[in-house]
């Protein structure tokens, strides 16, 4: 089955300097990246996703890219602010097999803390 | 996207004991799921909810411990059954999108004493 490695574990930033977290996916046939943000004592919120017929979307601050045929796909904050600081989770889609929605698996996080 | 709620937000139980977890939406939706984050660790799928069917559980996860309803488009129960406190951990409703993307209810906090 699909599985997300995501790294590094924990990132620490100056406020204000750029931010990068970078997953790797073994399916080929995933074909739907998003990305998640979870502060302390709440649920994922989805930031930013990705499908597999793009390289690269922009929201504002945020970026994501995906390179298919590395099988890997990568989060860019910029110009980080300390309200950034969060959990941060990669996931990959693994088709159920028909309909709208797919099963998502899910790496390990990354704690980015953003120094004021 | 939608408004997911979940009740309760967190509580303690004693092992041996059951625990109902509910899972609300403001909109009709296709596909719900349960997730579980132990302590520390990323999100696992626990099962997809289907409306008018059983539920689809993934390996690790059975129906007589985590039974499942979805008697509706809006709403589903997760039961954590005879708990020990390996089952302390955030459990997290999910619903699908449109376009297939995925959003989270703000959380259930479990902890088994």
């Known amino acids: 089955g699909e599985n997300v490695e995501q790294h590094p574990s924990t990132l620490s930033v100056q406020e204000g300097d750029s931010a990068v977290i970078k997953c790797t996916y073994s399916?080929?046939?995933?074909?739907?990246f998003p990305w998640y943000k979870q502060e302390l004592g709440k649920g994922p919120q989805l930031i930013i996703d990705i499908r597999s017929n793009v390289g690269e979307k922009k929201d504002q601050r945020i970026a994501v890219t995906l390179n298919k045929t590395a099988k890997h796909f990568s989060l860019h904050i910029t110009e980080t602010q300390p309200e950034d600081s969060a959990v941060y989770f990669c996931?990959?889609?693994?088709?159920?097999?028909?309909?709208?929605?797919?099963?998502?698996?899910f790496g390990t996080g990354t704690l980015l803390a953003v120094q004021p | 996207s939608a408004v997911i709620s979940q009740k309760p937000s967190r509580d303690i139980c004693q092992r041996g004991t059951s625990l109902t977890i509910q899972c609300q939406v403001d909109s009709q939706v296709t596909m719900m799921f349960w997730y579980r984050q132990q302590p520390g660790q990323s999100l696992t799928l626990i099962a997809t909810a289907n409306q008018g069917s059983e539920a689809t559980y993934e390996s690790g996860f059975v129906i007589d411990k985590f039974p499942i309803s979805r008697p509706n488009l809006t709403f589903s129960t997760l039961t954590v059954s005879n708990m020990s406190p390996e089952d302390s951990s955030i459990y997290l409703c999910s619903v699908g999108g449109r376009m297939g993307e995925q959003y989270f209810g703000p959380g259930t906090r479990l902890t088994v004493t």
């Open positions: 399916d080929s046939a995933s074909n739907y």
């Open positions: 996931a990959a889609s693994n088709p159920l097999g028909g309909g709208a929605t797919n099963k998502l698996i």
